[in-house]
Structure formats: C-alpha cells, structure tokens
C-alpha cells in the first residue's frame, strides 16, 4: 500500500462529483460494499452486480441507463493488504444513511467523502466508526464550517488526531483549501496507515454493483 490517499485531493481526483469511499480491515471488499449498499435509500436499495467495470464505464453506464438526472448509485469495490474499500459513483450524496450501520460487529470502518460541485460549499469530511460508536471525525478544510469544530470523537483519539494536525501547522487559515485537504489527508494517511491503489481505482476494472431506489 504505497498510493497513500493524499492524491485524493486533487481536482476530481476519480469522479467529477468528487469522491465517497468507504474503507474497512479484515472484510472481504464484496461484503463491504453489501454493507454499504443497506444503507442506501433508507434501507429500501435493489442490489445487483453488473460486471467488472472500469470508472468511466461505470459512470458511462449510469449516464446512459438512466440519464442525467439519475438517482441511481454504483458502487465499485477492491482489496488491497488487509483492507478492503467501496468507491462510490452517482447521486451518492446524501443517499446514505445511518442504519444499519456498516461498523456493526466490531468493525472498523473508515469514510471519506467530498462534495466537490457542490456550490454551497460542502467541505472534505472524515469518519472512522468502530463497532457503532463514532471514534473521529473532521471537516477537512478545519474551517469550522457545517456543524464541525475541531477533532471530535473519542476523547484520547481525537486528541492525537488534533496533534498531528497542529504539528503539520493546521488550522491555518491563510492557506488555500487544496492544501489544507491534501495536508489533512497526509495526516489521516500516516496515523491511521490509510492507503488506496490510485491506479486500480482511476483506470483499473473492479467488481460493481448498482443500487436503485424503489
């Protein structure tokens, strides 16, 4: 695991809408991204597999299926080492919901999402959740923006988090954002040991599957 994920900050790094991954250790990526889908649509998502797709055709599939204006999701799933990660495509913004929780039975999951059209404007976020119980989470810009301030989460855990923040020279305000995202991301890369295969995931085929609403 040698891509790290601070290349995520990139503009449209691996899809126009910015990106949604979701990444777990010790689960097999298939029932990963099973978890992930439940809690699609409220829990109401039809699930099936549609082949071993590459990014662009996934996201050619959904266009040309359903259109512009789809609320349909796909989600491409992967291994690398003892992790396992979903790469979410489509309207996935806001689809999402808490239950069932993916984190359920002692796992840990790590989420990182960022809404990069979005004009209101929604910053990079992060969550690690560990058997149903939030364990830390940020806004990635740590502009005290939506409802973020600071590191939250358990307590000794956020605290090292904030650390190495600070250590790295964040907050800083008169930074741009990009390198607030990238800088954050190379903070979360380093104390978590987070690593996702940018080639595979740009131009590789991995399984997928597609979630429709009812």
């Known amino acids: 695991m040698t891509d790290g994920i601070t290349w995520l900050a990139e503009p449209r790094s691996i899809a ?5 991954i979701v990444m777990a250790r010790d689960l097999e990526s298939e029932s990963l991204a099973r978890r992930v ?7 109401r998502t039809s699930t099936r597999f549609i082949g071993e797709l590459t990014g662009r055709q996934t996201q050619d599939v959904l266009d040309g299926v359903f259109g512009s204006g789809h609320e349909e999701i796909a989600l491409r799933h992967g291994e690398v080492g003892e992790w396992s990660y979903v790469v979410k495509y489509g309207c996935w913004q806001a689809q999402f919901g808490p239950a069932p929780r993916v984190d359920r039975g002692e796992l840990h999951v790590f989420q990182l999402e960022f809404e990069e059209e979005n004009g209101k404007p929604v910053p990079p976020n992060f969550a690690y959740c560990h058997d149903e119980r939030l364990m830390c989470a940020f806004n990635l810009h740590l502009d005290g923006s939506w409802g973020y301030d600071g590191v939250q989460g358990e307590p000794g855990l956020a605290s090292a988090v904030q650390d190495r923040l600070t250590a790295a020279g964040l907050p800083d305000h008169d930074l741009d954002r990009r390198t607030v995202h990238r800088t954050s991301l190379k903070v979360l890369q380093e104390h978590f040991g987070l690593s996702l295969p940018r080639r595979r995931i740009v131009e590789g085929a991995l399984p997928t599957l597609l979630l429709t609403a009812p």
């Open 16 to 20: 126009w809408g910015g990106y949604g």
């Open 37 to 43: 889908a439940a809690t699609g649509f409220r829990g």
